[in-house]
């Protein structure tokens, strides 16, 4: 059964810092992408980060550059992402994706991926 599991979110002051965890079981990450996304109240999905299968390679969207770090550890068949320098407008539910491509090619596109999470809640304030 292919499930994803995130954990990891919470309330942080801002300019904190949490990471958050993908587990994945039922597939490897060798043969997913995986991309990270969230939703603000009141707004729609959007995609933070991506982590490909082939070869770890990553990218994030600007406005977490520099700040957020997607990673992996194939033994645990998880994915990783380390959010750094939180701001307020950081707040949502993040939820991880697995996308079965070698790459992060299109990564933004939602429907590219196959399965989903259930979600975890962020929130960034004083």
């Known amino acids: 059964q292919v499930q994803l599991v995130e954990s990891g979110g919470g309330l942080v002051q801002p300019g904190g810092s949490l990471r958050l965890s993908c587990a994945a079981s039922?597939?490897?990450?060798?043969?997913?992408?995986i991309g990270w996304f969230r939703q603000a109240p009141g707004k729609e999905r959007e995609g933070v980060s991506c982590i490909s299968s082939s070869n770890g390679n990553t990218d994030y969207t600007d406005s977490v550059k520099g700040r957020f770090t997607a990673s992996r550890d194939i033994a645990k068949n998880t994915v990783y992402l380390q959010m750094n320098s939180l701001k307020p407008e950081d707040t949502a539910d993040y939820y991880c994706a697995a996308n079965r491509a070698p790459t992060c090619y299109g990564w933004g596109l939602q429907d590219r991926y196959d399965y989903w999470g259930q979600g975890t809640q962020v929130t960034v304030s004083s």
């Open positions: 039922g597939f490897s990450l060798d043969d997913y992408a």
